[in-house]
């Protein structure tokens, strides 16, 4: 039997380093398993959520001027270097980077949604949600965690209206639960995202930052190799 590795795949989702970091791992699980049919290992890919900025209000703040303000001291020049790099590092990934309005938000209801999705969902579910979650959020500039944002990543992964609006409305569903598993992230070590844990039958690989295609399968290999 193949060894079944978990890749544990820590985020925010208002960081575009994790969208990055999302979409290539998951090119390179896609090109792995399709030269690897007779792989030694398996793997699955959860995620674990992560707060970069978890004193941000639900109203949320102006994207552009956060951007600028916080991250390069008001300078509009500095600001216009950053979104030109983001805008061609996405396009290699087929991502269309817009920081040009939108709101940087509290994430903490699109992890509690994602995590009841992981947890009572088959498996992909999440997946697929936290896709739509970031395509919103970088390309059509919604809010990152308003109810309609959710309910729109919900039903793009394949919940009805009935039941998607059901779990976003109900704010206190996986709260809880959701809360813990930002604490332990935060216990665990994890400071910046994305922080992708790849489970070893001997050892665990740990990348953190967005690393390219290359990379991940290059892990997915080596995890891979010591199963054999």
């Excluded at 992230?185 to 930052?209: H, M, W």
């Amino acid at each position: 039997m193949p060894y079944e590795s978990t890749i544990t795949f820590t985020l925010d989702t208002i960081c575009p380093w994790t969208y990055l970091g999302f979409i290539r791992l998951s090119k390179a699980l896609s090109n792995y398993r399709t030269t690897n049919p007779s792989s030694p290992a398996t793997f699955t890919l959860k995620l674990a959520p992560y707060q970069l900025y978890p004193d941000a209000t639900q109203e949320g703040v102006n994207k552009y001027e956060w951007y600028k303000n916080e991250k390069y001291d008001g300078s509009e020049d500095r600001m216009n270097k950053y979104m030109a790099v983001m805008r061609d590092l996405g396009k290699q990934e087929g991502i269309q980077f817009d920081f040009g309005g939108g709101v940087v938000a509290n994430t903490l209801h699109a992890h509690r949604v994602l995590q009841w999705l992981q947890n009572n969902k088959e498996d992909g579910v999440a997946l697929e949600a936290v896709r739509s979650l970031y395509n919103q959020y970088f390309e059509q500039r919604a809010h990152p965690s308003s109810p309609e944002t959710l309910v729109r990543a919900c039903t793009a992964a394949g919940l009805s209206e009935e039941e998607a609006k059901k779990l976003v409305e109900d704010n206190d569903e996986e709260l809880r639960e959701t809360k813990a598993a930002i604490r332990e992230q935060a216990g665990n070590g994890v400071d910046s995202v994305p922080y992708v844990i790849f489970e070893g039958r001997k050892r665990d690989f740990t990348l953190v930052g967005a690393k390219s295609v290359a990379e991940y399968e290059k892990v997915l290999g080596q995890v891979a190799k010591e199963c054999a």
